[in-house]
């Protein structure tokens, strides 16, 4: 099992920053690649960014110069650097790893943008 918390959601103006971070517990030694995904009202969740254990990342068209994600192996945890937010980037958040061929989310975390 392991654990996924997000945090760092939150109001912002359109223009404006946030941080999202996830700590991840449990059993985790097996875990390489861990990721954040997105979901707004009404459509998919989608993939926002990824990044594996040696530090090699993969974005999003859409957030690409925008949005920068990171990883601290030593405290187990992802982050993700969101500037110049938009709303159309308002969405839950969530985080996303896999151990032993077995996907974990978290429960999410709200970022609302506004114009």
């Known amino acids: 099992q392991v654990q996924l918390v997000e945090s760092g959601g939150g109001l912002v103006q359109a223009g404006g920053s946030l941080r999202l971070s996830c700590a991840a517990s449990g059993s985790i030694s097996r875990v390489n690649v861990m990721g954040w995904y997105r979901q707004a009202p009404g459509k998919q969740r989608e993939l926002v960014a990824t990044?594996?254990?040696?530090?090699?990342?993969n974005y999003a068209d859409s957030v690409e110069d925008r949005f920068t994600i990171s990883r601290d192996n030593g405290k187990n945890t992802v982050y993700l650097q969101m500037n110049s937010l938009k709303p159309e980037d308002t969405a839950v958040y969530y985080c996303?790893?896999?151990?032993?061929?077995?996907?974990?989310w978290g429960k999410g975390t709200l970022v609302t943008v506004s114009s």
């Open positions: 990044i594996t254990s040696g530090g090699s990342t």
């Open positions: 996303n790893t896999y151990s032993y061929g077995i996907p974990y």
